[in-house]
């Protein structure tokens, strides 16, 4: 079993930025793929950004040029976050996809903007 763990999020007001991080309780465990996607009130969850296991990165077009994904050596994925806007407050949430095919979630950290 993998747990995943954020942490990072907060209230900020238009124009400002965070970074979130997303910790696997195991650093050792094979992760081909690891994402986040967020979830705002009253909408369907979407992918917002990607990091591939061939170490590429994938946006949602709403955030491209505004939020940077990375991933460390020890299985920790960030989310930096600039130019916040209203629209990106929702839950953001960690997923990871094993390389044995297993997928996991975090718990989620909410991301407020305020105008």
């Known amino acids: 079993q993998v747990q995943l763990v954020e942490s990072g999020g907060g209230l900020v007001q238009a124009g400002g930025s965070l970074r979130l991080s997303c910790r696997a309780s195991?650093?050792?465990?094979?992760?081909?793929?690891m994402a986040w996607h967020r979830q705002a009130p009253g909408k369907q969850r979407e992918l917002v950004a990607t990091f591939t296991s061939r170490r590429s990165t994938i946006y949602v077009d709403s955030v491209k040029g505004r939020f940077t994904v990375s991933r460390d050596n020890e299985n920790t994925l960030y989310l930096q976050m600039n130019s916040l806007k209203p629209e990106d407050t929702a839950v953001y949430y960690c997923?990871?996809?094993?390389?044995?095919?297993?997928?996991?979630w975090g718990q989620g950290t909410q991301v407020t903007v305020s105008s």
């Open positions: 997923a990871a996809l094993l390389r044995r095919g297993d997928y996991y």
């Open positions: 195991q650093r050792d465990i094979e992760i081909d793929v």
